[in-house]
């Protein structure tokens, strides 16, 4: 057995396998967390956005490691030599890829989602922001620190809504609208709304 799995044929596969068990210890641990991805469209039917991208991964090197070993195996009983990777590998891989999606769609339903913590950008319009460094007028805003929903701190352009209105380092203003790269506030009083950390 050993010499089966160490041969030169097979290292790629019996890599692959290895990889999954080390991403699997990780995970298990604690020591990664679910990325965020967002897949385009035509990954979808591979699993991406069902389950978690690590899952996915864990699938493939799986499905990739274990069809080459198999399919390894069945050509020295057939004609008592292995393929070469290079015929090996694309294969494995081809077949692959819908047990993949397949593992993906049994998976879905019993394990959670992945989840994120992006927002769009718009949504920030309405919330409270500090004016950091500058000086904002008509024309010419200033850097602003704004937290939104999930306490993630966001660094935008800002400046007055209101014509002749300016913004000093440290007041805090309400973002009313964006236009561009830039978002259009008002003053606010500390007793208008909560404070927030800078």
């Known amino acids: 057995m050993f010499a089966f799995l160490s041969a030169p044929e097979n290292v790629v596969f019996v890599s692959a396998l290895i990889l999954m068990l080390l991403l699997g210890v990780v995970q298990a641990v604690g020591l990664a967390g679910d990325a965020d ?7 979808d039917w591979l699993g991406f956005g069902r389950v978690p991208l690590l899952v996915v991964i864990v699938l ?3 499905s990739f490691g274990l069809i080459g070993l198999i399919g390894q195996q069945l050509a020295r009983d057939l004609s008592g030599a292995l393929l070469p990777a290079w015929i090996a590998m694309p294969g494995a891989g081809a077949l692959a890829l ?3 999606a397949l593992g993906a769609r049994l998976l ?3 394990l959670p989602q992945d989840h994120t913590t992006a927002i769009d950008v718009e949504d920030l ?3 409270a922001a500090t004016i950091l460094t500058g ?3 008509t024309g010419s805003p200033a850097r602003a620190r704004v937290e939104d929903w999930h306490g993630q701190a966001h660094y935008l352009m ?3 809504d209101n014509a002749g209105q300016v913004f000093e380092e440290g007041e805090r203003v309400l973002l009313v609208r964006r236009e561009g790269d830039v978002f259009r506030a008002i003053a606010v009083g500390d007793h208008h709304l909560p404070r927030l950390g800078v």
């Open 37 to 43: 991805f967002d897949a385009p469209d035509w990954l």
């Open 60 to 62: 493939l090197l799986a």
């Open 98 to 100: 819908p047990v993949t």
């Open 108 to 110: 879905a339903p019993i």
């Open 125 to 127: 319009v309405g919330s």
């Open 135 to 137: 000086r904002a007028t």
């Open 158 to 160: 800002v400046e007055p």
